[in-house]
């Protein structure tokens, strides 16, 4: 069995407004919802998914703004198994949250990390992902979407350009990120190395730290994490 881990992370300070950019509405089937459950209707429809956890600020967790939207998803995925998880002060935090919440489930094989915070999935992309779920194993226990750096890209310190990095061996990573639940809980296992108040960018930088292979495929341009209001503008 698969879940959905999904991340409702972020303040909203860059985004602006009265509410952070999760629950900001845009379309979807001539609709209004709000961002975080377009995003979760799109990964639900496509990926066969037996559980799904909420990861949400403790703040918004049980408020008008989550609890009634994850109950009409619930209702329109009758066999969907609902958790919710209060998120932490970091990225890594939430995920920990949630995955603590993973690891109290029975039957979970493969996990699905998304960011909420891009609902732009279209749906030759979302097969893609399906099928490296499918791929995931102990052979192959973490993999990434990835895009070409297309940018010309230096490392600067001491407020100097210290170096141009090859572009050719860059890429940047999105979400959904892919984990085989077993090897990942085996690698957890064996390292002393999530200690409190460490950090890592996302999940496959933590799973590198626990020295998992993280292999990787194609993602799409058009998955961009909505982190202004003008990123809505981009809808494709």
């Known amino acids: 069995m698969t879940a959905l881990l999904l991340l409702l992370g972020g303040s909203g300070e860059r985004y602006g407004g009265d509410l952070p950019k999760q629950f900001a509405e845009i379309e979807y089937n001539d609709k209004k919802l709000p961002l975080f459950e377009v995003t979760a209707r799109r990964l639900l429809a496509e990926l066969d998914c037996a559980f799904v956890i909420f990861v949400a600020s403790k703040k918004y967790l049980n408020t008008s703004h989550v609890k009634p939207v994850i109950e009409s998803i619930q209702s329109d995925f009758p066999r969907l198994k609902v958790q919710y998880a209060a998120g932490g002060a970091t990225r890594f935090a939430s995920f920990l949250n949630g995955y603590r919440i993973l690891a109290r489930l029975k039957g979970i094989q493969k996990v699905v990390v998304h960011d909420a915070n891009r609902p732009y999935l279209h749906p030759e992309f979302l097969q893609k992902v399906k099928h490296e779920v499918d791929q995931l194993s102990i052979h192959k226990p973490v993999c990434l979407p990835v895009i070409p750096q297309i940018d010309s890209t230096v490392r ?72 202004y209001q003008s990123d809505l503008a981009t809808m494709h």
Do not use: C, W
């Not at 100097?160 to 061996?169: A, I």
């Not at 809980?185 to 998992?212: C, K």
């Open 156 to 227: 600067i310190a001491e407020e100097r350009v210290m170096r141009y990095e090859k572009r050719e061996e860059l890429f940047r990573v999105q979400t959904p990120q892919l984990f085989h639940l077993d090897s990942l809980n085996s690698a957890f296992d064996r390292n002393a190395l999530v200690a409190p108040g460490q950090n890592f960018s996302d999940e496959g930088s933590f799973a590198l730290a626990l020295g998992l292979p993280v292999f990787y495929f194609e993602g799409d341009e058009r998955n961009i994490k909505v982190t």
